[in-house]
């Protein structure tokens, strides 16, 4: 016998296992961009949003933005140790986490300073790590839970010049398979996404490089929408059995 499927039963499926009501989820580096709009599309699936980022007036903008309510919009500097530790304890219980917040560190290795680096790693790959390490010694992570780190091709590839960058992306990398097998016995899962470039206002300041870039890109340059979208499936009961997966967004430019 067929069974017809309708239309209401097939959205209501899809919101079953691809929503995020009751949910609360933190998102990082949510004041524009790629973080941003991750918050949009996570409040619009159901979630219950804390958003965090530096400038307290975009941050405003983006919680104003925000389907639902009791959104909360936390402004701190993930870099400063105190500070970090703080944000942790205030930001309540969380099902999910999409570590966002970063910055893009290109120059030659033979031009890097000390200080240069240590900015890099600092933001890239210190404060995410730091500031889940905290949220999980204070237990603000519930079982089932799901963390997202925004790592980057250039983690996997060579180019010429994002060295500090590409280093600091990796490291996430690194430390991703070894923190997915010790959350695993908590119910907890992590996975990394790997994007290629992402049509945000910082990549298209210098017109011509985007527009020659593009063209390395079979599927095109990504969208901050098309990198919120694959977070939610991260974050959502579609994936409780996907855990320290390195996930690449590259739109076939590896294979040009």
């Given at each position: 016998?067929?069974?017809?499927?309708?239309?209401?039963?097939?959205?209501?499926?899809?919101?079953?296992?691809?929503?995020?009501?009751?949910?609360?989820?933190?998102?990082?580096?949510?004041?524009?961009?790629?973080?941003?709009?991750?918050?949009?599309?996570?409040?619009?699936?159901?979630?219950?949003?804390?958003?965090?980022?530096?400038?307290?007036?975009?941050?405003?903008?983006?919680?104003?933005s925000l389907e639902g309510t009791g959104h909360r919009a936390l402004v701190a500097d993930l870099t400063d140790v105190a500070a970090r530790k703080q944000f942790a304890a205030d930001c309540g219980l969380l099902d999910g986490v999409?570590?966002?917040?970063?910055?893009?560190?290109?120059?030659?290795?033979?031009?890097?300073?000390?200080?240069?680096?240590?900015?890099?790693?600092?933001?890239?790959?210190?404060?995410?790590?730091?500031?889940?390490?905290?949220?999980?010694?204070?237990?603000?992570?519930?079982?089932?839970?799901?963390?997202?780190?925004?790592?980057?091709?250039?983690?996997?590839?060579?180019?010429?010049?994002?060295?500090?960058?590409?280093?600091?992306?990796?490291?996430?990398?690194?430390?991703?398979?070894?923190?997915?097998?010790?959350?695993?016995?908590?119910?907890?899962?992590?996975?990394?996404?790997?994007?290629?470039?992402?049509?945000?206002?910082?990549?298209?300041?210098?017109?011509?490089?985007?527009?020659?870039?593009?063209?390395?890109?079979?599927?095109?340059?990504?969208?901050?929408?098309?990198?919120?979208?694959?977070?939610?499936?991260?974050?959502?009961?579609?994936?409780?059995?996907?855990?320290?997966?390195?996930?690449?967004?590259?739109?076939?430019?590896?294979?040009?």
């Amino acid at each position: 016998m067929n069974t017809v499927v309708t239309l209401d039963a097939a959205l209501s499926a899809a919101k079953r296992i691809f929503g995020l009501e009751g949910k609360t989820v933190l998102v990082t580096g949510a004041s524009k961009g790629i973080g941003q709009e991750v918050a949009k599309q996570c409040a619009a699936a159901g979630a219950q949003m804390v958003i965090a980022g530096r400038d307290a007036e975009r941050l405003e903008e983006t919680l104003a933005s925000l389907e639902g309510t009791g959104h909360r919009a936390l402004v701190a500097d993930l870099t400063d140790v105190a500070a970090r530790k703080q944000f942790a304890a205030d930001c309540g219980l969380l099902d999910g986490v999409v570590h966002s917040a970063g910055i893009r560190g290109l120059a030659p290795m033979k031009m890097v300073s000390d200080a240069f680096l240590t900015q890099v790693m600092e933001t890239n790959y210190v404060a995410p790590m730091m500031l889940t390490r905290h949220l999980l010694a204070k237990g603000q992570i519930r079982a089932g839970g799901s963390l997202v780190f925004l790592s980057s091709i250039a983690a996997l590839t060579g180019t010429v010049g994002v060295g500090p960058y590409a280093g600091s992306k990796a490291a996430l990398v690194g430390t991703l398979r070894p923190l997915a097998l010790e959350l695993a016995k908590r119910g907890i899962r992590a996975n990394a996404l790997c994007p290629g470039l992402v049509e945000t206002t910082l990549i298209t300041e210098d017109k011509d490089w985007f527009e020659e870039s593009r063209k390395r890109y079979p599927l095109g340059i990504g969208l901050p929408a098309d990198v919120a979208q694959a977070c939610l499936y991260f974050l959502s009961g579609a994936s409780t059995k996907v855990t320290g997966a390195v996930f690449s967004m590259d739109g076939g430019v590896e294979f040009v």
